[in-house]
C-alpha cells in the first residue's frame, strides 16, 4: 500500500470477504464518506447492507483488509462485503463447495457488477491526488457517513447524517411535546406536570423490562452450566432460541405483573371502559419515550446506526394511532384493540425478525472460534454471550407490542407457563452433545520443534489447544483413544498439566491471541533429521552498522532450511527496535502481550528457495531478541496416526512448527 507503483492510481475499491459459507452478503464497512455507500445503495440489485456493522466491527476480535485501503495506509473509498452465514464450517476442513449457501454466490456476483460498472461510470472516481484537491466544504459526501439499512434484501434505506440529525431527533422531541398536548386538550385529566412525571415512569417500567428481558435468560444460562456441559446448543441452533426467548419474555412481563398486582392490592376497579386506560397510556408513551432518547443518544455518540429504534418509534406511533381508533369502535377490553396495534406493526416485526435472527445466528456459529477465555469465567461467556443476545433480540422483537399487549400476556398463567417451558428445555437441551459433523469443534494440534542453529533440535513437544468454552479435559473423556496417545491418564486435570507458553504459538499470528486454554505433552523426535537435511535459522550476513546518533543496523539472513509446505514465517521482535528494511522502515505498532515486553511481528507468506536478507535497527546497545517461528504443514506419520484418532464431531487444524530464538 505505500510502495506499489499503482497505489496512486486507485479511485475506489471493494474488499470481498467470507466469515462463512454463504447466506447475507453485508456491507459492514463503508468510507472514507458516503460515496460508496451511496454508489451501493443506488446499484446493489440485492441491498443488503446495515451502517450500524460499522460501529460494531472495531470491538470484535476481527479483521479484514478494508482498513488497509481506506484507513492505515490510505484513504481510498471502497466497501468491505462480507458473507455472514455458514460459520461452522469456516477455515475448517469441511468447508467445501457443496457447503456453499445456494444462491450465495449468483446473488454476490449480480451485486459486484452492477457496484463496479456504477462505481466506474460515477463522477465521484477520482484518484489520490484528485482527492487531495477537492473542497471538503463542497464535497461533503467524502467525508460524512451516511446513515442505511436494507429491507428484507428488497430495498435499501439511505439518508446522510445531516439527515439523521433532524429525523432521529424528532421522536425524542415528540416525547417532550406530549404532555404539553394533553394539557391543552383536557388540562382536568391531564395535568402537565403529573402527565410528564407518568411518561418518565413509563421510561423506567419499560427500561425495567428491557433490562430484565436480558437478566434472566442470563441467569438462567448461568443455572444450566452448574449440571451440564457449555454449549449444548452450538449444534442444534434452535435450542438456544427455545431456552432463552420463553425467560426473556417472563422478564419482559414482570414489571407489568408486578405493576398489576400492586394495583390489585391498593383496590384500583377494574371497570369496563370505553376509553384507553391512562396507566396503558403512560406506558405507551414511556415506551415510546425509552425508544426515543436510545435513538438521540445513538446520535450524539457519534455512531452511525440509530435507525433500528427510530424505525421502532415510527411503527408505534402507526400502532397507536391504529388502537386509539379501534378502542372507539370496539372497546378497551375487546381483544380486536391490541390486534390493529400489532397488525400496524407488522413490517417492523418482520424487519426485527430477519435483522434479530441473523444476529444470533452469526453469534451461535461463531462460538466455536471466539477464542477459549481462562477458567472460570471461560466456561461462562459462551453461553452468557448468547443468553444476552437473544434476550436483546426478543427484547427488539417484542418491546414495541409489550406496552399494549402486556394486559392480555402478564396473567400468571401465561408466566407459569413461560417459566416451566424454560426449565423444561434447559433439561432437555442438556442431553444434546454440543458438537456434530455439521458443527464441528477446533482443535488446534501442533507438533513443535525447537531448534538451534541450523541443524540441532533441542526439543519436541505436542501442542494442543482449542478456542471456544469446552477444554481439553471434554476432549479427552469424549475420545479417550486420543487420551491414550498422548499418555494422559484419567485423572487429568488442566489446572495440573503442563501449559505451552503464549509463544510457542506465534506462527499462527494473529491466531494465536484467541488461544489461551492449551496443554504441552512429550513427543519424540524421532528421524527428523532424516527428513530435514538443514531447519530454519537466522544469522548476520555482514557486520553491523554504528551510526553517530547511536543506533545500530544488524544484518540479518534467514534461511528457511530444507521445509517443503511452508505456509507462513513469523518473526516476533523485541528489544529497541526503531526500524527495519521492510515497506517504509517503519515498525508498526507493537503488540502488547500481557506479562511480556512489546513486540513487533513480521509475517512472511510462503516457501522461497532464496535467503531473506534484511536490516533491523536499533535505538541502543541492548540486545534485539528475535524469535522466529516457521509453520509448516508436512506432517510426520506420529503426528498423522495422532490427528486420525480424533472423533469425527471435530476439525484438527495439525502442522509442524519451528521455534529458534536468536539475541543480537
Known sequence: MTKHKLKDTIGAFINVEASGTGGIDLVCQSGPGSWPSYVYSQAAVYPMAQSSAQDVFPVIPGDTDYRMFAEDYADIPGLDIIFLLGGYYYHTTFDTVDRIVPGSMQARGENLISVLKAFTSSSKLKVASERKSLDVDANSDMVERAVFFDYLTWFIVYYPRRVAMVLHNIPAALFLCVPFFLYMMDPRTHPWLSTFWAFLKGVMHHFAGILLGMIFPVLFAVIRLFFAYPMSWFAHSYLAFL??????????????????????????????????????????????????????????????GGFMTFVICISMLLGWIAFCLSVKSYGYNSIKSPMFYVIALVPYLL???????????????????????????????????????????????????????????????????????????????????????????????????ISAGGNEITGSSYDLAVIDANSIEFVFKHAPEVAKELHVGPSFSLGNAEASPQEAWVALFPISCVITKNGRFPAKANNISERYSQFPHLQTHKPQTTFENGTRRVHLELSLGSLEEIWVTVLNITGPLSGWSFADGKPPAPELPPGGPPSYILRLSGNSDEKWNFWLEASSEEEVRVDVAVLDQRLDEETKHLKGLFPKWSDVIAYTSFLSTYLF
Request: glycine share 8%; aromatic share 16%.
Open 243 to 304: 431456552m432463552f426467548i420463553p425467560c426473556s419474555f417472563f422478564g419482559f412481563l414482570i414489571p407489568r405483573a408486578i405493576s398489576d398486582r400492586v394495583s390489585h392490592f391498593q383496590g384500583v376497579s377494574s371497570k369496563k371502559i370505553m376509553k384507553v386506560e391512562p396507566s396503558d397510556e403512560a406506558r405507551f408513551w414511556g415506551a415510546f419515550g425509552f425508544y426515543a432518547f436510545a435513538t438521540s443518544a445513538y446520535f450524539f455518540a457519534g455512531l452511525n
Open 351 to 449: 424487519y426485527s425478525l430477519y435483522f434479530g435472527g441473523i444476529l444470533a445466528l452469526l453469534l451461535i456459529e461463531k462460538t466455536g472460534m471466539m477464542g477459549a477465555i481462562p477458567p472460570p469465567y471461560g466456561f461462562y461467556l459462551a453461553d452468557v454471550a448468547v443468553a444476552a443476545v437473544i434476550g436483546i433480540v426478543t427484547g427488539l422483537c417484542l418491546g414495541p407490542i409489550i406496552p399494549i399487549c402486556d394486559r392480555w400476556l402478564a396473567k400468571s398463567s401465561i408466566l407459569k407457563f413461560l417459566l416451566h417451558f424454560t426449565v423444561v428445555m434447559l433439561a432437555v437441551s442438556s442431553q444434546f452433545f454440543p458438537y456434530s459433523k455439521d458443527a464441528p469443534k477446533r482443535v488446534v494440534l501442533q507438533h513443535t520443534f
